[in-house]
């Protein structure tokens, strides 16, 4: 597949490098810097080059949008149209210090974002996670690639095309995709993203924390 990566910091950078280094065509757009999108697919070390996000959002099959809430209509409008294209989203509607969410409760940030580009494949996915866990998750999954389950990973929308994505590109790096049903569900999946990173930050045993999610069948 090649994938854009509009916002290549912790998540988009790392996110972009697994992707790469999973066999996909990558375009890491949307930095400060354009030296350090160039090392970002240098380093990579796969089928990994820079660009504007116009031509991430141009060249690939699929985008991943990754970048802070204030940020995002300057990254849309740069992107251009992303008709038809699968739009998968790690983004969560943080006010400007990260504190609380401005979205909540009535809807959430997927649902206000994919209400701006209709025509896209939007999908939930990778914000119930802290960036820390995205390397070793993926280590983890090359050393035993028998074991059946990584870590869950929670996802939710409304476009199938766009769903059966996301789920490869989160296998792909190692977690057990858990579909949490239509992207309304990101109402609830956003501020459980807040938990994660609560507990993960705050708690004991530092950031790096990933979790899975068992049936209890009785
Ligand atoms: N980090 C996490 O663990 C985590 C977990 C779950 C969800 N999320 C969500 O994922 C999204 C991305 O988070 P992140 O932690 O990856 O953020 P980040 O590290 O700040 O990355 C955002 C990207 O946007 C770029 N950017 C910011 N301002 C810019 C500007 N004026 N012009 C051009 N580029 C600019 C940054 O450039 P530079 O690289 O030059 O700084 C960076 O590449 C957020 O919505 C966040 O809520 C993050």
Request: net charge positive; hydrophobic share 40%.
């Amino acid at each position: 597949m090649r994938i854009g990566i509009l916002g290549s910091g912790l998540m988009g950078g790392k996110l972009g490098t697994i992707f790469a280094r999973a066999g996909h065509e990558v375009i890491f757009s949307y930095a400060r810097s354009e030296q350090k999108l160039n090392k970002l697919a240098r380093d990579a070390k796969g089928k990994a080059k820079a660009g504007t996000p116009g031509d991430a959002a141009r060249q690939a099959d699929a985008v991943l949008l990754a970048v802070h809430w204030s940020r995002m209509d300057d990254v849309l409008r740069q992107a251009g149209d992303l008709s038809g294209k699968v739009v998968v989203s790690c983004s969560l509607p943080m006010n400007a210090d990260d504190a609380a969410l401005v979205v909540a409760h009535t809807s959430s940030g997927a649902e206000e974002l994919a209400k701006k580009m209709p025509q896209a494949r939007f999908v939930s996915a990778f914000n119930t996670v802290p960036s820390e866990v995205l390397f070793g998750v993926y280590a983890a999954k090359r050393k035993a690639r028998r074991s059946r389950f990584g870590p869950s990973l929670v996802y939710c929308g409304d476009d199938p095309k766009g769903k059966k994505v996301a789920v490869e590109l989160i296998r792909d790096v190692g977690f057990d995709p858990v579909d949490a049903g239509p992207l309304r569900i990101a109402r609830y999946t956003e501020p459980f993203a807040l938990l994660v990173a609560q507990l993960a930050y705050e708690g004991k045993g530092g950031p790096e924390l990933a979790y899975r999610f068992e049936r209890f069948d009785g």
